[in-house]
Structure formats: structure tokens, C-alpha cells
């Protein structure tokens, strides 16, 4: 298995294929994470890959590992992501 690509390679990728410079594709990277961190409360869809959905986790019962003492964990919201099944499909194929 090889290495996931780092930033700067997924922006020199992005650059060659759309014919934009490296810094053009920085601001356009930089301004779709900043969309995706203010609409996520209101879940946000990237096409074709998927969505981030907040979502409220109740309170519950856990244990601490290592003492093995019962803990209550509060409620709280949480930020999830949900793979689309047209993703699943081109990673996974058709299994």
C-alpha cells in the first residue's frame, strides 16, 4: 500500500489536470474546506464522495479502560462523514 498524498501533491495533481496554477488551486482548496466548516451544521454534500452531517450522540454509559470504573459520558454534537454509495462503488467496485 502506498502513502496517502500529501497537500502539496494533491495541489501540483489538481494544477496539471485543470491547466490552473498551483496557488490558484491553493485558494480554491482553501476556500471549499472553509464552505464545508461553516455549512457542516446544515450538512454539506460534496458530490460524489459525500456529506458531513452534525449529529447529537445522547448521553451513555462507558467504562475507563484501564480501571475499569464506570464513567458516565455526556451528551454532546458531533461532526460526521458519510461516504456516498457512488464512492463505495468506485473504490470498493461492486462487491
Same mark, same amino acid.
Given at each position: 500500500?502506498?502513502?496517502?498524498?500529501?497537500?502539496?501533491?494533491?495541489?501540483?495533481?489538481?494544477?496539471?489536470?485543470?491547466?490552473?496554477?498551483?496557488?490558484?488551486?491553493?485558494?480554491?482548496?482553501?476556500?471549499?474546506? %472553509?464552505?464545508?466548516?461553516?455549512?457542516?451544521?446544515?450538512?454539506?454534500? =460534496?458530490?460524489?464522495?459525500? +456529506?458531513? &452531517?452534525?449529529? #447529537? /450522540?445522547? %448521553?451513555?454509559?462507558?467504562?475507563?479502560?484501564?480501571?475499569?470504573?464506570? =464513567?458516565?459520558?455526556?451528551? +454532546?454534537? &458531533?461532526?460526521? #462523514? /458519510?461516504?456516498?454509495?457512488?464512492?463505495?462503488?468506485?473504490?470498493?467496485?461492486?462487491?
Amino acid at each position: 500500500m502506498s502513502k496517502p498524498m500529501t497537500k502539496s501533491q494533491i495541489l501540483n495533481n489538481l494544477a496539471e489536470k485543470t491547466g490552473m496554477s498551483k496557488k490558484d488551486v491553493g485558494k480554491v482548496l482553501e476556500e471549499f474546506t %472553509a464552505l464545508a466548516y461553516d455549512e457542516a451544521k446544515n450538512s454539506f454534500t =460534496i458530490p460524489g464522495i459525500g +456529506k458531513l &452531517v452534525l449529529v #447529537f /450522540r445522547n %448521553a451513555r454509559d462507558g467504562r475507563n479502560p484501564s480501571t475499569g470504573e464506570r =464513567i458516565r459520558i455526556p451528551a +454532546k454534537k &458531533v461532526i460526521k #462523514f /458519510r461516504v456516498s454509495k457512488a464512492c463505495k462503488d468506485a473504490v470498493l467496485g461492486n462487491e
